[in-house]
């Protein structure tokens, strides 16, 4: 499968193309802003590398969020637009969901993460994963989910103050930390760092692992039509912080 990944929700920025037979072509870069000016660039240095063109794709992922505001909506945007332009199916990959694919494959010990991503507004995204099939993260739903029925991907994410953060029940141990939440909140440490392996404080989502998740998720069945590619905030107001 031929597969280009995109990914702006947070300081980083970065794009991928990966192909048989397991052919990685990625760019990575941490500018804090510009994303706009330099993921297409991103995506012709990789495009270019793989010598593969958007017509000779199966599909484009990208980075849904949780994430900045803009930074969401411009992975989006361009993930739409490069996949109108060739009639291709997009395959929607949780930010925090490829920190956490970092963080197994950093550390080959662990068996579960929990991901806390810094959310501005003295909050964080987090959500919790575990290692699935050929070792690749899946997401752990909190147990009202489960009880209700829904079990959606983005229903195991969840955003709110650091106290707020918990494991979810019955992680398979030993469970490690990650993503720069840790380093915002240095309570988190404090709060969970006794039930943590290790934590892996300084890791963003990258395209690269966006890019291995989206194959399994397409061969699942979870690819949509271009217009359904739609971001996950987790905030439902993004432009005003809570009041007091």
């Given amino acids: 499968m031929r597969l280009l990944a995109v990914d702006t929700a947070t300081e980083a920025c970065s794009a991928a193309v990966l192909c048989p037979p397991e052919r ?7 500018p804090g802003r510009g994303h706009a000016e330099r993921i297409l660039t991103f995506v012709e240095a990789v495009l270019a590398e793989s010598q593969l063109t958007l017509a000779g794709l199966d599909a484009i992922a990208f980075g849904r969020g949780p994430g900045s505001f803009t930074g969401v909506r411009l992975a989006a945007s361009i993930a739409q637009g490069l996949a109108f332009a060739q009639g291709l199916p997009v395959v929607p990959v949780s930010d925090l969901r490829a920190v956490a694919q970092r963080a197994l494959d950093t550390a080959p010990q662990a068996r579960s993460v929990i991901v806390c991503a810094d959310a501005r507004m003295h909050e964080v995204y987090w959500g919790c994963f575990r290692r699935g099939a050929g070792g690749l993260a899946e997401a752990v739903p909190d147990p009202a989910s489960v009880a209700s029925g829904d079990v959606m991907p983005s229903r195991a994410e969840h955003v709110g103050a650091p106290e707020a953060v918990a494991l979810a029940a019955g992680l398979d ?25 290790a934590i892996h404080a300084d890791l963003l989502p990258r ?10 998720d397409f061969t699942a069945g979870l690819a949509v039509e271009a217009e359904r590619a739609l971001p996950v905030y987790l905030r439902d107001e993004v432009a005003r912080p809570p009041a007091g």
């Fill in 207 to 216: 395209a690269a692992e966006i890019a291995r998740l989206a194959i399994l």
């Fill in 173 to 197: 141990e030993p469970v490690h930390g990650a993503g720069r939440g840790f380093i915002a909140y240095p309570e988190l440490e404090v709060k969970l760092g006794g039930s943590l392996g």
């Fill in 24 to 30: 990685l072509f990625d760019r990575y870069e941490e």
